[in-house]
């Protein structure tokens, strides 16, 4: 298994990472306007022991590309943390900074895309870059057993991670499958727009949560 760790490359992207160069030349935009935020590959957060990990899209600008922890400071972050803390999967209160103290439970959250991408939208060839951090940080999870996507583009990236075809799996929320060893739940995104058009409410969010939580103590 250390070989097979070794051959996948580091599940972390360093904070300057230089892969993709549209998202350098806009992290380096960011940094010139706003050079107290994090400006870089925003880390996964959460427990390395997790049984749960969720897949969202990439940082947006003034949430985890401003905090450094994904999903901290972004309008879909509230809906995402408190639905955690609701299932057990986080405890302690989310206050939109890294610092609150909150810790995730049994849980880890990473993006498909590590870097902050222009109107939130990641590139193929980006998404192509980052997919082996994904491969690397699943592979790197020993008690592994459920992932909840969030959206198409971290369903897709979750797949093709895998191994798997993007088509193995349909899309749509509350989708559920087995790929390998994992159990996938596919979720709406929790964005701002899917909350507000009500295309997610959060009964829909936590059906999924719900039967993930299911899934890990049965
Ligand atoms: N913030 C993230 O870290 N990821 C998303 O997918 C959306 C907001």
Redesign the pocket.
């Known amino acids: 298994m250390a070989e097979k760790l070794a051959l996948l490359g580091p599940p972390e992207p360093p904070h300057d990472c230089p892969i993709c160069p549209r998202l350098v030349a806009y992290r380096e935009e960011n940094k010139a306007k706003e050079p107290t935020w994090f400006n870089g590959a925003?880390p996964s957060f959460g427990d390395p022991q997790a049984r749960l990990l969720v897949v969202?899209?990439?940082?947006?600008r003034m949430?985890?590309n401003r905090t450094g922890?994904?999903?901290?400071g972004?309008f879909?972050?509230v809906l995402l943390y408190e639905t955690l803390i609701k299932f057990g999967f986080a405890r302690g209160r989310y206050e939109a900074r890294p610092d609150d103290g909150l810790e995730l439970i049994d849980c880890m959250?990473t993006?498909?895309v590590r870097c902050a991408p222009p109107a939130?939208k990641p590139l193929p060839a980006e998404e192509t870059a980052c997919r082996p951090f994904l491969t690397a940080r699943m592979a790197a999870l020993p008690r592994l057993k459920a992932i909840v996507t969030?959206?198409d583009v971290?369903r897709k990236n979750v797949l093709k991670a895998l191994g798997a075809k993007a088509s193995s799996v349909p899309s749509g929320h509350g989708v559920e499958a087995d790929v390998g060893p994992y159990r996938l739940f596919n979720s709406y995104?929790?964005?701002q727009y899917n909350q507000n058009t009500r295309v997610l409410t959060p009964e829909m969010f936590e059906d999924v949560f719900q039967a993930a939580r299911a899934y890990i103590d049965a």
């Open positions: 925003a969202g899209l990439a940082p947006g949430g985890a922890r994904p999903f901290t972004d879909a972050g959250i993006n498909a939130n969030l959206g971290s995104h929790c964005s």
